[in-house]
């Protein structure tokens, strides 16, 4: 199962800019997934599996992002799905720059339910840290984090830290630097600004 699912990935290898404000020396293309929602299919079911132990009752994902994904498991779980919207903070720099909130109509709704974070892929793990903050305001309780992908330990840290399960259908080692500690920028290679995660 693990080798089929890379081959719905297109890889790219550079000196990349995350939204999270990470830097990386590789890069995933994802929009091709839902085009082969047929082969994906299997994948979804195994992602709802491991989240059902979890004891959750409402699916989130961030909208651009792995929605999709969540209403497909939440759909598979028979649960509720939500999803987060993406807000840029003007002038806010640094690590984690992008906000992610439940739109108004569907904050009271998700109160006091036990919340699956769900993303097509995880790395730096910025819109699903953003969705988890907004999911606590909300006053609901996340409890896990669930991804096809999971690109190095960094999701994993901050699952570990907010008492949060990680399931992850397909997980690599991934090379992710602050922009301080990149060695690609030390070595004076020109960044490319990349959009969602
Ligand atoms: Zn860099």
């Known amino acids: 199962m693990q080798n089929e699912i890379t081959s719905l990935l297109v890889q790219r290898r550079g000196h990349f800019q995350m939204e999270s404000g990470y830097h990386s020396e590789m890069w995933f293309e994802?929009?091709?997934?839902?085009?082969?929602e047929e082969e994906l299919r299997p994948f979804v079911s195994e992602l709802a599996k491991r989240l059902a132990s979890h004891?959750?009752?409402?699916?989130?994902?961030?909208?651009?992002g792995g929605a999709k994904l969540a209403k497909l498991t939440a759909a598979e779980l028979g649960v509720e799905y939500f999803f987060t919207e993406r807000t840029e903070?003007?002038?806010r720099t640094g690590l984690f720059p992008i906000n992610y909130a439940l739109p108004q109509e569907l904050r009271?709704?998700?109160?006091?339910?036990?919340?699956?974070?769900v993303d097509d892929a995880i790395s730096a793990g910025s819109a699903v840290r953003g969705s988890?903050?907004?999911i606590l305001a909300c006053g609901a309780r996340p409890v896990a984090l669930g991804a096809l992908?999971?690109?190095?330990?960094v999701a994993a840290q901050f699952?570990?830290?907010k008492g949060l399960a990680l399931e992850g259908i397909w997980g690599m080692s991934f090379g992710m630097w602050k922009p301080v500690d990149c060695p690609l920028c030390k070595l004076g290679?020109?960044?490319?600004?990349?959009a969602a995660r």
């Open 149 to 153: 992908f999971v690109f190095g330990d």
């Open 108 to 117: 009271e709704s998700v109160r006091g339910k036990s919340v699956a974070i």
């Open 55 to 64: 004891g959750v009752d409402a699916v989130c994902g961030p909208m651009a």
């Open 89 to 91: 903070q003007p002038g």
């Open 30 to 36: 994802l929009e091709a997934l839902f085009e082969r």
């Open 132 to 134: 988890y903050a907004d």
């Open 159 to 161: 699952a570990q830290e």
């Open 189 to 194: 290679l020109a960044v490319e600004q990349v």
